[in-house]
């Protein structure tokens, strides 16, 4: 169960880190046969990354929609999530099984994203949420301060637009 945390709090990451978006799609709705084992093939890994945390994964979040699925996942380095992608069982199963099976059909489609994000070259705010996101990836910290603003969040100067709201207690 995720709790709300009332206030306004921010993501504090020491570092580098890799924002990768990986999911599917289901272009067919009928060909079953096709999309199922691609959605079943995403806990498996899943469970991996979160019981080797050595891996370098930090913390992923699903988004779902009618047609398919989105996880955001936060890792420590690129090297190490694509280390995970090259060497990893799990991964490489799922991998041989799609192109073996899906290939270039059309019943489902898959696809990623990476970014590197390099330490303070980003920027978060959650606003009465559970800890979600980068900020369960890393730290939850205040919106306060130095941390007021997007502008100050990424290092520069701005006062806020509109004064922050204070905690009704």
Known sequence: MSIVKPGRYTAHMEGSFVVFIIGMRINKL????????????????????YRNKELGFLDASFHLSWRGVSVVQYWRSFEQLEDYARKGAIHLEAWRNFNQKVGTSGGVGIYHETYLIQEGQ??????NMPVSGLAKAG?????TGKRETASRRLGRDSEPAVPSPTNPG
């Not at 009928?30 to 990354?49: F, G, I, R, S």
């Not at 980003?122 to 606003?127: A, D, K, Q």
């Not at 730290?139 to 919106?143: G, I, K, N």
């Open 30 to 49: 009928w060909a079953v046969h096709k999309w199922l084992p691609v959605l079943k093939a995403m806990n498996p890994m899943m469970q991996e990354l």
């Open 122 to 127: 980003y920027e978060c705010l959650y606003n």
């Open 139 to 143: 730290a939850h910290v205040p919106a």
